[in-house]
C-alpha cells in the first residue's frame, strides 16, 4: 500500500471538493488517497473511503491566536491528516524546525498524523549541502514519539515542472530513512505528474507520493492513481 496525498494549497471551493470526491468514489485503487484541503473545505465527511488531511495546524492549544486553526478543531472536523512544515509555510510564515515539531507533536496528541515536509533550496543542492540540511531538519522537526509521516520536498522542484533524478531521489530518501529512530513511511513529492509518478514509487525507500498543482484536477490526479495501483 502506497500514499498517495494531494495538497490542494490555497486553491478549491466546495464544488470543486465534491466533485473530486464523486470521480475518487469511483475509482479502485489498493492505495491509500488523501486529499489535504484548504481549511474551509475540511467539513463534512464522505464515504468515498477518501481520507482528508489540513495543510497546517496551530503549535498552540487554544487562546488568543487570531485567524489560526487548533488540533483539537481538526479532529472534531475528521481530519486524518496534517501537513506541517511545508517549504511554503517555512518561507512566507518564517515556521522554524522548533515549531513544526511542536506541531507535529499536537497533532499526534490529538490523533492526527502530521505529515512532515523537509527539502532542501536549489542552492544547498548546488553546493552539495543537500543531504546534511535534510538530516537537519527532519531531527529538529520530528517529534520525540507517535505516528508521522515525512515528505522530501525539495523545494526547487515544487511547482516547477523539474524533479531530481531517481539517484538523487535514492539517496535523499535512504538518508531520510537511515536518520529516523524508527521507520515511518516516506513520500517524495515535488512536480509529480502522471508521466514520473510511476517511475518515482518505484525507487527504493518510497511509500508514497505529494502532489500539489497535479491533484487539483481529476483528469490529472486520476492518471496518477491509475498509474501507481
Ligand atoms: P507540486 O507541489 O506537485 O505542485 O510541485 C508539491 C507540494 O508542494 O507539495
Redesign the pocket.
Known amino acids: 500500500m502506497k500514499f498517495i496525498i494531494g ?1 490542494w494549497k490555497m486553491n478549491g471551493t466546495p464544488s470543486d471538493k465534491e466533485s473530486m470526491l464523486t470521480t475518487l468514489a469511483n475509482t479502485k485503487t489498493k492505495n491509500k488517497i488523501v486529499l489535504c484541503l484548504p481549511f474551509t473545505l475540511l467539513n463534512g465527511n464522505n464515504n468515498c473511503g477518501i481520507a482528508i488531511g489540513a495543510q497546517d495546524v496551530s503549535n498552540h492549544e487554544n487562546g488568543a491566536f487570531t485567524g489560526d486553526i487548533s488540533a483539537k478543531m481538526l479532529t472534531e472536523m475528521g481530519t486524518k491528516y496534517v501537513i506541517v512544515g ?1 517549504s511554503e509555510r517555512r518561507l512566507y510564515h518564517n515556521e522554524t524546525n522548533e515549531i513544526v515539531r511542536e506541531k507535529a507533536t499536537i497533532a499526534i496528541k490529538h490523533g492526527i498524523t502530521p505529515i512532515i515536509c523537509v527539502g532542501e533550496t536549489l542552492e544547498e543542492k548546488n553546493t552539495g549541502h543537500t543531504i546534511s540540511v535534510i538530516k537537519k531538519m527532519l531531527l529538529e522537526s520530528i517529534p520525540e514519539s507517535g505516528e508521522y509521516i515525512v515528505a522530501y ?1 525539495p523545494r526547487w ?3 516547477t515542472g523539474l524533479t531530481p533524478s531517481t539517484n538523487e531521489i535514492v539517496t535523499a530518501v535512504k538518508a531520510v530513512f537511515d536518520t529516523l529512530p524508527n521507520p515511518r513511511p516516506i513520500l517524495y ?4 505528474n502522471a508521466n514520473n509518478a510511476h517511475d518515482i514509487i518505484l525507487i527504493p525507500y518510497v511509500d508514497g507520493l ?5 491533484s487539483l484536477k481529476s483528469d490529472t490526479f486520476l492518471p496518477i492513481i491509475k498509474s501507481i495501483d
Request: zero cysteines; aromatic letters at 0%; a negative charge.
Open positions: 495538497n511545508h520536498e522542484a515544487i511547482g513529492g515535488g512536480s509529480v505529494l502532489v500539489g498543482g497535479a
